[in-house]
């Protein structure tokens, strides 16, 4: 499993932010608890387990790569994005139980 840090591009008050993402769930956290952040900080979103990430400032994404976090690039993030949903998808529910998303009409 791996934790990795995309490039820290994404402005907010007066910082640039990145995002701490892993393989594993539980790897995220444990990676994070590192950092000294909080598992409350995670971001995620109900039925979406494959975009859960941690925000990081730029000074910590310097950190989390001395750590061992892989640098990836915005199109690494987007293949780790489709990945982690696929893998997800192919288990066939939901982390609550539920069964997945559907995959979005490509309907013309």
């Known amino acids: 499993m791996t934790v990795y840090v ?3 591009i994404w402005p907010w008050r007066g ?3 990145c995002h701490l ?3 594993d769930p539980e ?3 444990a990676f994070a608890a590192l950092l000294g952040l909080p598992r409350a900080w995670l971001q995620t979103t109900p039925g979406r387990p ?4 941690y925000d990081l400032p730029e000074d910590l994404r310097f950190q989390a790569v001395a750590l061992g976090a892989v640098e990836i690039d915005v199109t690494g993030a987007a293949r780790l994005t489709r990945r982690l949903r696929d893998r997800h998808e192919a288990r066939g ?3 609550d139980g539920a069964p997945p998303d559907p ?3 490509r309907a013309r």
């Open 6 to 8: 995309d490039p820290a």
């Open 15 to 17: 910082r640039r932010w």
């Open 21 to 23: 993402r892993a393989d």
């Open 27 to 29: 790897e995220l956290f």
């Open 50 to 53: 494959w975009k859960d990430h």
């Open 93 to 95: 529910t939901a982390e």
């Open 103 to 105: 995959a979005p009409s």
